[in-house]
């Protein structure tokens, strides 16, 4: 009877553990995005097409404005992603992958810019 009910308190205990788990993993991705960054990265994005098209001092001067600001945030959340441990989950794992990639592409194109065109 004993063994038994030790199994039960057992089973009890392990199964909520995954589920909770993956909503934490949820609830942190959740808050490691930042509205606010995300806002700025659809910006920025918008401003570089239109320099593609029209390279104006005003467009870049502000295209420049913007990378200033968006690169440490980009970094700060693929660093906390990516420390998160989320990245292992099976439900949100692969979201969090493209997630970091993408964030990763914006970086990596922010840094080219700044470096050519704002001084």
Do not use: F, W
Not at 7 to 23: E, N, T
Not at 24 to 42: F, H, P, R, V
């Amino acid at each position: 009877m004993l063994v038994r009910l030790a199994c039960c308190l057992a089973i009890a205990v392990a199964v909520p553990v995954p589920g909770h788990a993956r909503g934490n993993c949820a609830g942190t991705i959740s808050q490691l995005m930042s509205k606010d960054t995300e806002k700025l990265a659809t910006r920025y994005q918008r401003v570089a097409k239109r320099m593609e098209k029209e390279r104006s001092p005003k467009l870049v001067a502000e295209g420049c404005r913007i990378a200033r600001a968006l690169e440490p945030r980009l970094a700060e959340q693929i660093d906390a992603l990516k420390q998160s441990g989320c990245a292992k989950d099976p439900e949100v794992g692969t979201m969090v992958v493209d997630i970091v990639r993408g964030h990763e592409d914006d970086l990596a194109s922010i840094r080219k810019t700044t470096r050519a065109d704002c001084r």
